[in-house]
């Protein structure tokens, strides 16, 4: 049906008032799926607003109908707010009568919660969140414990450690981070020289921009950067692959044909990241530095000898070792966050999603942690 | 509970009660699959055969009730015993679960390089003849992403058997494959019973595999949380008093 012949279409119903505020509304033509939108609309606009306690709904003339009929006139009951004694059908064909009564009948309450849904209430929300977070907890302490039986395991037989596995996350992991990486650090390299020397030129200090860029980056930000951009490359795929797996019973198969798997699948990951995430932090410092170098020759009139002498003045061994530790620390949590949110993931594809959303986010959180508790140690140390 | 005496049979389970909090899900389950036999578990959608198989093989521990493979009672055995008992099984899971990063070939050798000290050359002859076994010559080097529905349940099936397990669990190996490939799954699995004198237990509800396969089947019931029939499926089909066994077996039509 074109608009122009909906138009001048025929009325879908007449409406009279037959008594004092009572109304009927005749419906003539099809009180059908095609029609019910706009049936709907009319009805709504012509009754809104007219004095009304009682409806007669005359059905005799009605041609086909189906349940959408049937919401129709549910939905005017229902906004009227009509009691059964008020709201009456005329004639109605039992395929209306039988739909409608199924929905406004005492059988039509509403559907139970669901077993997975939570509860509302305050009170059992919380209880609720509780268990499961120590359940968590209780899952975290059996994973460090499945971690070290399985690194008992390859102590004992070194055949055990999956080799090509752990090369290819290596590559992964560390090969394929390198371009963001570098490209990251050089860039932040080159903001905090260009930001340093517009303070540190009032005082004619430019020279110490290089020390700045060196330090900060070899003992704070290089570690820290780096072990952000793989959380978020490298943490969250761990997770991603490893729920896919959970979820599509290749676990419970390594299982049952008698693996671990946490020596088949978080061992080699792991040991890759604590093995190139402390590499990818010295490219990151390196790229870092040359990035301060760039703003020191071009803008800041130094030369880079002058440059490059200065960074090798202010850093210390003990400083890149440093540095390099939290690496280590931080490639443990990445890698092994990744692999827990992995084997808890339970369900369909949204835990896939949210196995890989919760690995990025617990790890950065970890990182930052585990980064000011290094700071406390440090000036503790001296 | 240790005394209890061992089993005869392949697989023997005994008042076996599966419970997930409040909810019951399965209650005092027993039955025995002699050696070399072929058992059908069936039941409804959700009357807990795939729970029923998932602690059979060890996979969970139950509530309540032993499971003994060969035995072994895996349900309160130490670890050693238990990946003895884990040697003695192979398992075809309902997606196959084929490990995704590894091709056919790999996935089969997978078990053989773990518990065997063949070379690589040997291993990956063994992997040819298992492949052949099941109809995937060729194959080896495909990646489970590449292969069809019901290729993957037979490569799946082909390091189910990698090293020849006494006995076989399969859930649902026809499932959602057309007839013809469905028929060529069932015709596999009678040559492995007979060749390799595998006790073979299915999880299933296709009748005409059903028909086709099992010598002895048992059938789970949601309400009663309980096996309502064991027999044979002829047996199943005419002489049940049961009517909810009697529709099942005729497709519902009494």
Redesign the interface.
């Known amino acids: 049906m074109t608009a122009t012949q909906h138009l001048h279409s025929p009325p879908l119903f007449d409406l009279q008032e037959t008594a004092d505020r009572e109304w009927t509304i005749r419906i003539t033509g099809d009180l059908t799926i095609a029609v019910a939108g706009d049936i709907r609309k009319a009805l709504m606009a012509a009754l809104t607003g007219k004095p009304l306690t009682s409806l007669v709904i005359d059905l005799n003339q009605v041609a086909g109908t189906d349940d959408y009929g049937a919401l129709v006139l549910y939905e005017l009951k229902h906004r009227l707010r009509l009691p059964d004694d008020r709201f009456r059908l005329l004639n109605p064909p039992d395929l209306i009568k039988g739909r409608l009564a199924q929905m406004t009948g005492t059988d039509a309450r509403p559907a139970p919660p669901g077993?997975g849904l939570f509860s509302f209430s305050f009170v059992t929300q919380t209880g609720e969140r509780t268990l499961e977070i120590l359940k968590e907890g209780g899952n975290f302490i059996s994973f460090i414990g499945a971690l070290v039986v399985a690194g008992m395991r390859i102590a004992g037989k070194p055949k055990s450690l999956r080799l090509n596995d752990m090369v290819r996350h290596m590559k992964t992991t560390g090969v394929d981070a390198l371009p963001v990486v570098a490209l990251i650090s050089a860039l932040l390299g080159l903001i905090m020289a260009f930001m340093s020397s517009l303070q540190l030129k009032q005082f004619g200090a430019n020279i110490y921009v290089a020390s700045l860029v060196a330090v900060s980056m070899v003992s704070e930000l290089g570690p820290v950067m780096t072990a952000i951009i793989v959380s978020g490359r490298s943490g969250s795929a761990y997770a991603a692959?490893i729920s896919?797996?959970k979820i599509?019973?290749?676990i419970?198969?390594?299982?049952?044909?008698?693996?671990d798997p946490v020596l088949f699948l978080a061992i080699p990951r792991m040991l890759a990241a604590v093995i190139v995430i402390p590499l990818l932090t010295m490219f990151s410092n390196l790229f870092a530095i040359a990035g301060g170098l760039l703003i020191g020759v071009t803008m800041l009139d130094l030369s880079a000898g002058t440059y490059i002498s200065q960074t090798l003045n202010s850093l210390s061994l003990f400083e890149l070792c440093w540095g390099l530790s939290k690496s280590v620390v931080f490639a443990i949590l990445i890698s092994g966050v990744g692999c827990l949110r992995g084997f808890q993931a339970k369900g369909g594809a949204a835990a896939v999603g949210h196995a890989a959303t919760s690995a990025v986010v617990t790890s950065i959180f970890l990182i930052v942690l585990f980064d000011s508790i290094f700071a406390v140690i440090r000036s503790y140390w001296g | 509970m240790t005394t209890s005496p061992a089993s005869p049979a392949a697989v023997e389970v005994r008042h076996l009660r599966v419970q997930y909090g409040d909810a019951l899900i399965l209650d005092d389950i027993s039955f025995a699959v002699p050696p070399r036999d072929i058992l059908a578990i069936l039941g409804g959608s959700g009357s807990g055969k795939s729970t029923l198989m998932r602690h059979m093989i060890g996979l969970e521990r139950p509530a309540a009730g032993q499971v003994f493979i060969d035995k072994i009672n895996i349900t309160q055995c130490s670890a050693r015993q238990f990946n003895m008992a884990l040697k003695k099984i192979g398992v075809l899971f309902q997606g196959s679960a084929l490990i995704s990063s590894m091709t056919v070939g790999e996935n089969v050798a997978l078990p053989i390089f773990e518990f065997t000290d063949f070379s690589k050359p040997a291993v990956d002859k063994m992997v040819q003849v298992k492949l052949s076994l099941v109809g995937l010559e060729g194959y080896e080097n495909h990646f489970p992403a590449e292969i069809s529905g019901g290729m993957k349940k037979r490569a799946g099936l082909a390091r189910a058997l990698a090293l020849n397990p006494e006995i076989l669990f399969l859930d649902e190996p026809s499932a959602g494959l057309d007839p013809v490939t469905a028929a060529e799954i069932d015709r596999l699995i009678l040559d492995i019973n007979q060749q390799l004198k595998t006790t073979i237990i299915i999880v299933t509800h296709e009748l005409a595999s059903i028909f086709a396969v099992a010598r002895q089947v048992i059938m789970l019931d949601k309400t009663t949380k309980n096996i309502i029939a064991r027999g044979t499926p002829a047996q199943l089909k005419t002489q049940s008093a049961h009517p909810y066994v009697r529709q099942f077996f005729n497709r519902g039509l009494e």
């Open positions: 077993p692959e896919t797996m599509s019973e290749e419970d198969a390594l299982v049952t044909m008698g693996f």
